[in-house]
């Protein structure tokens, strides 16, 4: 899935109001010759022929200028740019960024001293999966989440973490060992000591870590415990760091194709991992571009070593279909990439997996559907496909079409949220998919028929469900996206309806409406009312941050909302400097434990509102807990 926005967020944010940590890091210098002179001169050679795994120009111009100035200087390309002095370093980065490098506002957190340091082997794995369960149900028991109906208008801040070089905050942390860990737009991933802030370690990824972090789970007290964890980044890396010292375990390229990316947490099952594959390839817009040739696949791997058990790709491979009207060749099918967490399904042993739409012609069978793999091979067991002929790529948002959109252009109508496996009451297991298209599914996962279909949204290129809903016994939570403006030129038979919504998930009936309204967005840049980011429930509540930066708690059973909270502001931070908070988009959900709120706001992505900033809450009065100072 790829927006407008790529086109021209540049252009906007360059506009923008401040809602960033710092000035510099949200003004576009004037054009810079010396950058661009420089990256054709020492970087164009290897990102243009996709050398060495090196990411192709449309992922570095997604990175900010201070991420990429700091993988010149610090980072994974200190070496190959070693002789670029700083002045050219630092002229590329802003070239390729579209922005001013932002100044160091003091950001760090400071470092953890004592028994803040200390790794706490009594305290196993919250929560090892990005879903809260391996079933993507995205509900936290009342007994874990220690915030009741009883408590939750008593949530006040306790700290807030500013990343660094960054704009959004994509990542959804875990908690370990009485850690927190989390990933940021500049690749750094901070264990946090979770009770203050402090930090106990931080490791360098090659780009934007835009995962969730995912941690192995290990026997309370064990002290010989080196549990990993394990997330991606923008270009494609996989990496398995041990969590109690910071040190790299082993890392991996999933995918050679130059435009691989990394969108979704994976997934630990014992010892395999299951790792869903995503692209960048479907902003096709260089007319001369060989459209194309990235497919979709999940892999899986031993845990402990890296090895690759199997992979299984959503669609046949590319071939040659003829030229585009510049003379580039095209080629096809390609896409249906997975950018979203499968469930898993232990009963059956299956994997459950939405995938995205074709990038160009000819349409496979299995972009668009929902996918059931087996586990221990990586066979397709059955597949449900929802919209068929959905070839689609972001040539078709030039005016006129670029050459490389399909002559029978798709909606863009991908599975962005994550497939949820659920038991009702009655006994009865349905695998429940949310689309773009605003189309809730209920499925049978040992047929992969049809039970249920439900159109919740409007739907479109920025709307429907966009990343993860909710179960909580036999309710069905799903937020919906749908932006007032439309961001694509197709007709709809319906008006935008973003808010949140509640299902009956046996028969897809609805059980109450709570559209949202443009209020919130009185006087905001990039603001507007719906849900796109990942929710959580517990007790009997529903928590979801919105594109208008207001985190709601919602009443579960009626759609009141009985708290909520403005986090499109600045914070004072644990490192002694300020951060903001902006749209709340993504994968990141709210996460309640033992009586404490994490959540990361921002996201300078897609035209919504950005943000560098995570947020811990605590309920009643203060922690006992004293944020750290820095030393």
């Given at each position: 899935m790829i927006h407008r926005a790529l086109l021209a967020a540049v252009a906007a944010l360059a506009s923008a109001p401040v809602f960033a940590v710092d000035d510099a890091a949200t003004t576009t210098p004037a054009p810079n010759p010396r950058g661009e002179a420089a990256y054709h001169s020492v970087c164009a050679q290897c990102h243009e022929q996709a050398i060495g795994h090196a990411p192709a120009p449309s992922i570095l111009r997604m990175m900010s200028a201070?991420?990429?100035?700091?993988?010149?200087t610090e980072g994974i390309m200190k070496v190959p740019s070693a002789g670029m002095s700083d002045a050219d370093k630092r002229a590329v980065a802003e070239?390729?960024?579209?922005a001013a490098v932002a100044r160091d506002v003091g950001l760090a957190p400071p470092p953890c001293r004592?028994?803040?340091?200390?790794?706490d082997y009594d305290e196993p794995t919250v929560f090892t999966d990005w879903g809260f369960d391996l079933g993507n149900r995205h509900n936290i028991p009342a007994r874990v989440s220690g915030v009741t109906r009883a408590n939750v208008t008593s949530l006040k801040l306790n700290w807030a973490l500013g990343f660094p070089n960054a704009l959004r905050a994509r990542s959804q942390p875990a908690l370990a060992g009485g850690g927190l860990y989390v990933g940021s737009q500049d690749g750094s991933v901070f264990a946090l000591d979770r009770a203050s802030g402090c930090q106990r370690w931080v490791y360098h990824a090659a780009a934007e870590v835009r995962t969730g972090i995912v941690v192995a789970p290990w026997t309370k007290g064990d002290r010989a415990a080196h549990p990993l964890a394990y997330f991606g980044d923008l270009v494609g890396k996989l990496y398995a760091i041990d969590i109690v010292t910071g040190r790299l375990a082993w890392s991996d390229h999933p995918d050679t194709h130059p435009s691989t990316t990394l969108t979704a947490a994976p997934v630990l099952v014992g010892n395999r991992l299951f790792v869903p594959v995503s692209s960048l390839e479907e902003a096709a817009i260089d007319p001369h571009y060989v459209c194309c040739t990235f497919r979709g696949s999940m892999i899986a791997y031993d845990a402990r070593t890296g090895k690759h058990l199997w992979q299984t790709f959503m669609t046949p491979p590319a071939t040659r279909q003829g030229v585009n009207a510049v003379g580039a060749a095209q080629y096809g099918p390609s896409g249906a990439a997975l950018w979203n967490t499968p469930a898993v399904d232990a009963k059956r042993g299956l994997l459950y997996i939405g995938t995205g739409d074709n990038y160009s012609e000819p349409a496979s069978s299995m972009s668009d559907a929902?996918?059931?793999l087996d586990m221990k091979t990586g066979a397709i067991r059955?597949?449900?496909q929802a919209r068929p002929g959905d070839a689609w790529n972001t040539a078709c948002f030039q005016a006129p079409k670029g050459p490389n959109c399909p002559s029978q252009e798709g909606p863009d109508f991908d599975f962005?949220?994550?497939?949820?496996?659920?038991?009702?009451?009655?006994?009865?297991?349905?695998?429940?998919?949310g689309q773009k298209s605003g189309e809730v599914y209920g499925i049978d996962p040992d047929k992969g028929t049809l039970i249920w279909k439900t159109r919740v949204g409007r739907g479109g290129n920025h709307g429907g469900v966009y990343f993860g809903m909710a179960v909580d016994g036999d309710t069905l939570f799903v937020p919906i996206s749908d932006s007032p403006v439309s961001h694509d030129d197709l007709s709809y038979d319906r008006p935008p309806a973003p808010g949140m919504y509640a299902l009956d998930l046996r028969t897809g009936a609805f059980r109450w409406k709570a559209p949202n309204n443009e209020g919130a967005c009185k006087g905001r840049f990039a603001c507007d009312p719906g849900l796109a980011s990942a929710i959580m429930t517990t007790s009997g509540l529903v928590f979801a941050g919105s594109i208008d930066g207001w985190l709601r708690v919602y009443d579960g059973a009626s759609g009141k909302i009985v708290w909520r909270f403005d986090?499109?502001?600045?914070?004072?931070?644990?490192?002694g400097g300020e951060a903001a908070g902006g749209s709340m988009a993504g994968a990141p959900a709210p996460i309640a434990y033992d009586g404490a709120l994490v959540l990361a706001s921002g996201y300078d992505f897609a035209s919504k509102m950005p943000g560098n900033v995570l947020l811990v809450f605590q309920t009643g009065t203060a922690s006992q807990a004293k944020p750290a100072v820095r030393h």
């Open positions: 201070g991420a990429i100035y700091k993988a010149l070239y390729l960024g579209g004592g028994r803040q340091a200390a790794f929902i996918v059931a059955w597949a449900y962005g949220a994550a497939p949820v496996l659920a038991t009702a009451r009655d006994g009865r297991d349905l695998v429940l998919a986090t499109a502001r600045r914070f004072k931070t644990v490192g």
